[in-house]
């Protein structure tokens, strides 16, 4: 791990890649600079140094490519893990997909985002609807004492295409031994059959009404706050749906009942 003073970015190394999906889905542990803290919920920027010259070790950071990604692991982890789709052609996840253990990965300084419980205000329930690698942003607030301290329970919500796309779920399961009645799983595929789950979009489960009979709680903004990340399609129709059943936003300094964030 090597740390250069005047950099906007920290030098890391990958030290474990898993294959989730092979060709789709995989996740990346690396080394961590001490002084990089974070929320549960932010995001990094990592990059790399596509088309620039191998040999230079410390290139400008305008001149490498750099894209956003959730931390999954906890704030005071070892390591930082990150969960990603490789986008076909996409420019920047394809070159991280081919990395594997003890190559070099670039890590912005900064910390960034909003979607953190501490937008909210205490108690009720918490609704974290996600889809595909939107579910990293909800990872590490599963894990974290003060989620549960704060919200009476949480409702954790992943919609993906396929079933073998629901990632984490040995550790979601672990989360759901701890706490019991108050933790809610709902992983929806739309094109296989799972479970007795109905196979649908999480916004028309949303228009339906059977996503909050699923999680057995109803959406009343009196109480419930709402955390939205992944696929613009999903956030954006969801957001809509949602203020339309009188959810908002924080704004000025007044807390909400509503955050979202996008992936693209
Ligand atoms: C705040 C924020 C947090 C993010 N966190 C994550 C994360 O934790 N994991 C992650 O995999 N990505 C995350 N992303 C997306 C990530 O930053 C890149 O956009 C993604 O890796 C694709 O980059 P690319 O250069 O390969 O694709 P580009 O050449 O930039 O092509 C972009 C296209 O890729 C597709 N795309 C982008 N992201 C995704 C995705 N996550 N799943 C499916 N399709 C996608 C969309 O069609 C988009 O139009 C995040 C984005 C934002 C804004």
């Known amino acids: 791990m090597t740390e250069i003073l005047d950099l906007p970015y920290t030098i890391q190394t990958i030290v474990e890649k898993k294959v989730w999906v092979p060709g789709k889905l995989f996740s990346i542990k690396t080394t961590r600079d001490p002084e990089f803290s974070f929320k549960p919920g932010q995001y990094a920027r990592l990059g790399l140094p596509l088309g620039l010259d191998e040999d ?8 490498m490519t750099w894209r956003a990604f959730s931390m999954v692991n906890q ?37 960034f985002g909003f979607l953190t419980i501490d937008q909210f205000p205490q108690g009720g329930t918490l609704w974290l609807l996600s889809t595909g690698t939107g579910l ?5 607030m599963l894990n974290d004492p ?3 301290e704060l919200f009476d329970r949480v409702i ?11 990632a984490y779920t040995d550790m979601i399961q672990s989360v759901k031994e701890r706490y019991g009645d108050r933790f809610v ?17 999480l916004t028309d489960l949303i228009v339906s009404g059977e996503l909050a009979e699923l999680a057995g709680h109803p959406m009343d903004p009196e109480e419930a706050r709402f955390m939205l990340c992944g696929n613009p399609g999903m956030t954006t129709e969801a957001r809509k749906l949602l203020g339309e059943r009188g959810f908002k936003s924080g704004r000025r300094g007044n807390l909400g009942n509503l955050a979202v964030e996008k992936y693209w």
């Open 136 to 140: 990293s942003a909800f990872l590490p």
């Open 56 to 63: 230079e070790k410390t290139p400008p950071a305008s001149d």
């Open 75 to 111: 704030p005071d982890d070892e390591h930082l893990e990150f969960f990603a789709t490789l986008v076909a052609d996409g420019l920047f996840s394809p070159s991280l997909y081919d990395l594997e253990a003890g190559d070099t990965i670039y890590i912005d300084k900064s910390v």
């Open 156 to 166: 954790l919500c992943h919609g993906t295409r396929y079933i073998n796309e629901f």
């Open 185 to 201: 799983y709902l992983a929806i595929s739309t094109r296989e059959a799972h479970k007795d789950l109905p196979q649908k979009r």
């Open 146 to 148: 003060k989620t549960w």
